[in-house]
């Protein structure tokens, strides 16, 4: 118990490390990889920005 109480600053600092890797950085999903395909609503709004030439 002495050697906790001596180092209770770095075992908060893993169990935080730990936490925010398997919960994502604050996202809740679940490491924090996210469907990377836009929303069919982000596609509309890009698309009426751009003009007809556009091409990549």
């Known amino acids: ?3 906790f109480s001596q180092n209770w600053v770095w075992v908060l600092f893993f ?3 730990i936490a ?4 994502g950085h604050g ?3 679940g490491g924090g990889h996210k469907d ?3 929303s ?3 596609r509309e709004q890009r698309a009426s920005k751009q003009g007809p ?3 990549h």
């Open 1 to 3: 118990m002495e050697w």
């Open 15 to 17: 169990a935080g490390m």
């Open 20 to 23: 925010m890797h398997m919960f």
């Open 27 to 29: 996202g809740g999903s």
């Open 36 to 38: 990377p395909k836009p």
């Open 40 to 42: 069919s609503k982000d």
């Open 53 to 55: 030439d556009h091409q």
